[in-house]
């Protein structure tokens, strides 16, 4: 029996994919990183929650009671969450764990919180390269996937890993900390980049994959140029270059394997990433698919969307391509929303079935757009989306990246 438990806050470094939101939204500095885990200090810590929404994966909401605190070096050390000590028989324990769900429960209102992975996706793997044990990628190739006169250079930039193992599934995200140093002498923070390619490579039985990377080259309200650190030395690295891969990380923004599975995709940008590792998927394994993909991909202009080109190619019978633009010239502006608005009829009939999956990924913008016209269109049917989005979510069937 614990004489005066503790709860103590912790990050799953096993489903932790190094976001570094958490330590951006911490008010009193409680967590902080090192080159292979997220951790939170229990001396500062406040639970103020302010950490739970911004988590994508629900990695943060771990509560422990303790005799003792698990320090900092502890955690730095952890590839999983060690196991959970027996529950303390006191009333103080029991009430320790009744604020935490509490406290939780109003956390996760709206958008943030854990969702389970599809029932039907296959387990992954996950943190098996840190910081301090990277896997070594050879660049294999580098090609601008926008049109060269536009401002937009987004490239899709193809990694191989010779003879190094790294199984990914369909949805899941890679690290790259960019190399030198930042203005207070410390590593850089890791980016994550969704893979775009499918689990078997960008061909079938290759030990690669893609990801999709757009060049930030910004203007400053000074008047100066903003060049992003990470997405320039992506975006200049040359045949035959090598680089250092962390990951792979996520296990709940995944694929289902159902090929009854109808999958909405939701994205703009660099957000089409993982789409296109379903896609590929799906046209690889399902000849005749009973489900159907439906893509609804926002850009300024046909040349700044990627994979304009490849999109183009592929079969109505595999996917339904809803391509809209913002900055077509001599033509009203179109948002991804207002085509789902359009498309009301369609997508209101897969609202109605089990088995629709809906994935949204891009700018933070596009998820309140989508959510605005998910609740119209489901009004219009008579559903309730915020009960059936619940469903969903509960179910691993509703899922968002934004960034």
């Given at each position: 029996m614990l004489d005066a438990p503790v709860k103590q806050h912790l990050i799953d470094p096993e489903i932790c994919i190094r976001c570094n939101t958490c330590e951006a939204t911490c008010p009193v500095d409680a967590i902080t990183h090192d080159d292979n885990n997220y951790v939170v200090d229990a001396a500062k810590c406040n639970f103020c929650m302010d950490c739970i929404p911004p988590c994508p994966t629900g990695s943060i909401d771990?509560?422990?009671?303790?005799?003792?605190?698990?320090?900092?070096?502890?955690?730095?050390?952890?590839?999983?969450?060690p196991p959970k000590p027996p529950e303390a028989e006191t009333s103080t324990a029991d009430a320790l764990d009744d604020e935490a769900q509490h406290l939780l429960d109003e956390a996760h209102t709206g958008a943030g919180g854990h969702v389970p992975a599809p029932a039907s996706a296959a387990k992954p793997r996950i943190n098996l390269f840190n910081r301090a044990k990277p896997a070594i990628a050879t660049v294999t190739g580098n090609l601008r996937i926008t049109a060269p006169d536009t401002d937009s250079d987004v490239r899709h930039i193809i990694?191989?890993?010779?003879?190094?193992?790294?199984?990914?599934?369909?949805?899941?995200?890679?690290?790259?900390?960019?190399?030198?140093?930042?203005?207070?002498?410390r590593s850089h923070t890791m980016r994550l980049y969704s893979i775009a390619s499918p689990r078997d490579g960008e061909r079938p039985?290759?030990?690669?994959?893609?990801?999709?990377?757009?060049?930030?080259?910004?203007?400053?309200?000074?008047?100066?140029?903003?060049?992003?650190?990470?997405?320039?030395?992506?975006?200049?690295?040359?045949?035959?270059?090598?680089?250092?891969?962390?990951?792979?990380?996520?296990?709940t923004f995944l694929m289902?394997?159902?090929?009854?599975?109808?999958?909405?995709?939701?994205?703009t940008g660099t957000g089409s990433a993982p789409f296109r590792g379903?896609?590929?998927?799906?046209?690889?394994?399902?000849?005749?698919?009973?489900?159907?993909?439906h893509l609804y991909f926002g850009a300024r202009t046909p040349g700044e969307l990627p994979y304009f080109g490849p999109l183009q190619r592929l079969p109505?019978?595999?996917?339904?391509?809803?391509?809209?633009?913002?900055?077509?010239?001599e033509q009203p502006r179109e948002y991804v929303q207002d085509r789902m608005r359009s498309r009301s009829a369609s997508l209101a009939a897969l609202l109605a079935k089990d088995t629709l999956h809906i994935y949204i990924c891009g700018?933070?913008?596009?998820?309140?757009?989508?959510?605005?016209?998910?609740?119209?269109?489901a009004a219009n049917a008579g559903l309730d989306w915020s009960a059936l989005r619940a469903r969903m979510r509960a179910e691993g069937r509703f899922h968002v990246e934004t960034y």
């Open positions: 771990n509560w422990f009671v303790v005799n003792k605190v698990f320090s900092i070096e502890d955690q730095f050390s952890w590839l999983e969450l990694l191989d890993f010779g003879t190094v193992a790294f199984p990914l599934l369909e949805g899941q995200s890679i690290g790259i900390v960019p190399p030198g140093r930042d203005a207070n002498g039985n290759t030990n690669n994959l893609a990801i999709t990377v757009k060049r930030v080259h910004e203007p400053r309200d000074d008047g100066t140029m903003f060049a992003g650190i990470a997405s320039n030395f992506l975006c200049d690295l040359t045949l035959g270059a090598t680089i250092e891969v962390i990951g792979p990380f996520g296990a289902p394997d159902d090929p009854d599975a109808d999958i909405v995709m939701i994205c379903f896609t590929e998927r799906r046209r690889r394994t399902a000849s005749t698919p009973r489900g159907r993909l109505e019978t595999l996917i339904v391509k809803e391509l809209v633009y913002s900055r077509i010239p700018v933070h913008g596009l998820e309140s757009g989508a959510e605005a016209a998910l609740t119209d269109i």
